[in-house]
């Protein structure tokens, strides 16, 4: 059974920073691609970053974000990051993790599992 569990949200500052962490397990975690997306109250899904299964320069990120978040794996560890730095109150939201067998990329539909998500809360 595939599971993956974020961890690492909370409340910060508006201009802190947090890291997630998504910890996966009952899947070849090497083999798969990693997404983060985040859902803000009243808005649909949206994605934020993803790195391809050898992670390093096969990072992705949405506009929004970029310059500001980072994507990182740690095969090892069965894990996947998203640091979080000059965080908005726009970026106050529920973040996902997900997982694909395949190349990343910004739509939904194309990851395989997801976990529950993580509440991120940026007070201005």
């Known amino acids: 059974q595939v599971q993956l569990v974020e961890s690492g949200g909370g409340l910060v500052q508006d201009g802190g920073s947090l890291r997630l962490s998504c910890a996966g397990s009952?899947?070849?975690?090497?083999?798969?691609?990693m997404g983060w997306f985040r859902q803000a109250p009243g808005k649909e899904r949206e994605f934020v970053a993803a790195?391809?299964?050898?992670?390093?320069?096969?990072?992705y990120y949405a506009d929004s974000v970029k310059g500001r978040f980072t994507i990182s794996r740690d095969n090892a560890k069965n894990t996947v990051y998203l640091q979080m730095n000059s965080l908005k109150p726009e970026d106050t939201a529920v973040y996902y993790c997900?997982?694909?067998?395949?190349?990343?990329?910004?739509?939904?539909?194309?990851?395989?599992?997801w976990g529950q998500g993580t509440q991120v809360t940026v007070s201005s």
């Open positions: 790195t391809n299964w050898s992670g390093g320069s096969s990072t």
């Open positions: 997900a997982a694909r067998w395949g190349p990343v990329g910004a739509e939904e539909e194309l990851y395989d599992y």
């Open positions: 009952g899947l070849t975690f090497r083999s798969y691609g």
